[in-house]
């Protein structure tokens, strides 16, 4: 099939296909998170590009063939790695509908439907969080891109701050910008500052023990002595190793009092705000300068979406806006989002943001949090009761943080190869999924609770599983 135009039938064919198989792909969410025999199905799609074209129908259905037999199914109810929500219906629907209508959100005039509900669901969200609604804000890609836009207005501020327009002649002939966090700041925010030129050494961890928590006291000391100069401060909401809190609260008190910016990472934290059961843990993050967070993880959207929020919009304007003799003048009234952030051609994926908060608005968010705080409770107690699990730290929030430790053994570099042993059993078995980390120096589990589809029976066979497979290698 030498042009597209020829398989213009097609279409209705090829997009009737791809539901069917889409259908028969979600049934399979409760089978093995890796398929058996999926790399080697990967491993023989190769050859070079075709001079002839096999046509859509047989495209899309080699494509489903594919995806069936080694997608690994993070969408379903017992993934529990990288704290990787799934996609409710109602995102899902609204996503194909975003693939259907190919909005360019980048600018008014190119979607007046995605920069309306755009900003509609940066409306609806600031509500769902507690931000001022004064605020600014943007959808980005992920949490790498929602840090990366919010620190690019903290530079824009620090730049301002020393009398030069940073975006406008750089960074060289500055001081190195202070960046002052405890030992939970995530790589994604690292990876921002390095894009930005500030760099990740710029970074002072302040931490008061093993575990990265916040030393109050040396942050104080590091904003004292930098005598006025300006400052970014970066808190966590939602450490990734074991869900715990930096005091947000205590953060904003100095920020105000030094005259710093204070950035908050909330990829997944910041849903501790859709309820009254958790929101304490994030207090004070209103009081923030910016605040991000990841809409694939609890929002439940599809990949990729996050959101930047700032207290002062003009900052990403004076950041990321456009100048071209064919796009709309700065300054335009009418909402252009491709000015507020880095990508100026933006997939319209306010559709599945705001689909899914009309769908099942703040009641269905909170009973989903507060459901998934029980059965995070749930795993912590069973992990507690089992004599071969040790629970490693609180579960404040959304992710339990445990090891298997039989009891007797006490050689912690040997407990630390039988956990990577049985990680690897674990995703190789394939019944649940998650990964090993690193907490306090132990090898250790993180299985985050964050799929709107997982129940109690799924989070039970995370720790049936890892017995039954601990059991196996110590005999």
């Known amino acids: 099939m030498p042009d597209p135009l020829e398989g213009l039938a097609e279409v209705t064919p090829a997009l009737e296909l791809a539901l069917d198989e889409a259908l028969r792909y979600l049934a399979t969410l409760d089978g093995p998170l890796q398929p058996p025999g999926a790399l080697d199905v990967l491993a023989n799609v190769s050859g070079p590009l075709p ?27 017992r993934f529990f790695h990288f704290v990787t929500g799934g996609t409710t219906p109602a995102a899902l629907a609204a996503d194909w509908l975003a693939s259907a209508t190919d909005q360019n959100s980048g600018i008014w005039e190119s979607s007046p439907l995605g920069a309306r509900l755009e900003t509609v669901s940066l409306a609806w969200l600031r509500d769902l969080f507690g931000l001022p609604a004064e605020w600014g804000g943007v959808l980005t890609t992920g949490a790498t891109m929602a840090n990366f836009t919010a620190l690019a207005a903290a530079r824009r501020w620090w730049g301002e ?10 960074l060289a002939a500055l001081p190195p910008v202070p960046v002052l966090s405890s030992g939970y700041i995530h790589s994604s925010a690292l990876k921002a500052l390095a894009m930005l030129g500030i760099g990740r050494g710029s970074v002072r961890k302040l931490s008061r023990d093993r575990h990265g928590r916040l030393d109050t006291d040396a942050l104080e000391a590091e904003l004292r002595d930098l005598g006025g100069a300006p400052a970014i401060i970066v808190a966590n909401a939602g450490e990734v190793n074991a869900g715990d809190f930096d005091p947000i609260e205590a953060m904003a008190d100095l920020a105000e009092a030094r005259g710093a910016w204070l950035h908050v990472d909330g990829a997944f934290g910041l849903f501790a705000r859709a309820t009254p059961e958790a929101a304490a843990l994030a207090a004070g993050v209103e009081r923030a300068d910016s605040v991000i967070s990841d809409g694939h993880k609890w929002l439940n959207v599809p990949y990729d979406c996050g959101f930047a929020f700032v207290r002062d919009p003009t900052l990403l304007v004076r950041a990321f806006s ?18 507020m952030g880095p990508e100026s051609s933006r997939r319209a994926r306010a559709l599945a943001t705001w689909a899914t908060l009309r769908a099942y608005g703040r009641d269905g968010y909170r009973a989903m949090v507060e459901r998934h705080l ?20 609180e579960a404040k929030l959304n992710i339990v943080c445990f090891r298997y430790h039989p009891p ?32 306090g120096g132990n090898v250790a589990f993180r299985p985050a609770i964050v799929n709107w589809r997982t129940t109690e029976r799924d989070v039970d066979l995370l720790v049936e599983v890892v017995l039954e497979l601990g059991r196996t290698l110590t005999g």
């Open 51 to 77: 001079e002839q074209g096999a046509g859509s129908l047989a495209a899309v259905r080699e494509l489903a063939e594919l995806s069936n037999a080694s997608a690994t199914r993070a969408s379903g109810p």
């Open 161 to 170: 701050r020393h009398g030069v327009d940073v975006d406008e002649v750089g």
């Open 322 to 339: 456009l100048d071209a003799a064919y796009l709309p003048p700065p300054g335009e009234e009418r909402p252009n989002y491709g000015f």
């Open 374 to 393: 029980a059965l995070t409770k749930r795993v912590a107690a069973a992990v507690e009761e089992a004599p071969e699990l040790e629970l490693l730290a």
């Open 408 to 439: 007797g053994m006490t050689d912690e570099a040997a407990l630390d190869e039988l956990n990577r042993k049985l990680g690897a059993m674990v995703l190789e078995d394939g019944r649940v999924f998650f990964g090993t980390t690193v907490y």
